[in-house]
């Protein structure tokens, strides 16, 4: 009874909750790590896009 509480068929095979648990550990880790990735080329993004900004501003100044 209680090895059948603690697997699942996935498919045509039997996962045990210690291997789910492992699975959803190692995706949340993948996960994590690509979302840091994105925050920082978003802003990377961002800060070239603040650069330019303040170009424009300056040559503006120059200008007037």
Sequence with gaps: MK???TTQKKGDREIT???INRDNQKNDRM???RNELE???ILIK???KRKKQQKLVNKA???S
Excluded: D, L, P, T
Aim: hydrophobic share 15%; no cysteine; charged share 50%.
């Design 3 to 5: 090895e059948f509480e």
């Design 17 to 19: 909750r210690e291997q």
């Design 31 to 33: 996960n994590r790590g």
């Design 39 to 41: 925050r920082n080329y």
């Design 46 to 48: 961002a800060k070239g």
């Design 61 to 63: 100044k120059r200008i």
